[in-house]
Nanobody
Framework: VQLQAYGGGLVQAGASLRLSCAVS????????VSWFRQAPGKEREFVGG????????RYEASVKGRFTMYRDGAKNTAYLQMNSLKPEDTAVYYC??????????????????WGQGTEVTVSS
């Protein structure tokens, strides 16, 4: 299984970006896809996730109302639409897949596959 994350970049505060996570090697019928981020000197933190069924979506408190997760089953791709970006959103963003399907875990230890990361830099 391979996850390819892309879509990061350098933007000004208030701008938008859409991150994509393309999954290959397996079509998931269950489980969940999530985004995490890691800023320099900080631990990797949960940003948002969605179950494969689409029934459950969760977001970290600081991104609620600004970020939206959705997925395209036909393309086996998950997206993170990020609006109203702030400098504190600056980090390397990673997508990850877990076999857990009853909820969206927030702990990195529950995730089985990881993408390589895409860097997001938001200038003030």
């Amino acid at each position: 299984v391979q996850l390819q994350a892309y879509g990061g970049g350098l933007v000004q505060a208030g701008a938008s970006l859409r991150l994509s996570c393309a999954v290959s090697g397996r079509t998931f019928s269950d489980g969940a896809v999530s985004w995490f981020r890691q800023a320099p000197g900080k631990e990797r933190e949960f940003v948002g996730g969605i179950t494969v069924s689409g029934g459950t979506v969760r977001y970290e408190a600081s991104v609620k109302g600004r970020f939206t997760m959705y997925r395209d089953g036909a393309k086996n791709t998950a997206y993170l639409q990020m609006n109203s970006l702030k400098p504190e959103d600056t980090a390397v963003y990673y997508c990850a897949v877990t076999r857990i399907s009853i909820t969206v875990p927030e702990l990195v230890t529950f995730y089985d596959y990881w993408g390589q990361g895409t860097e997001v830099t938001v200038s003030s």
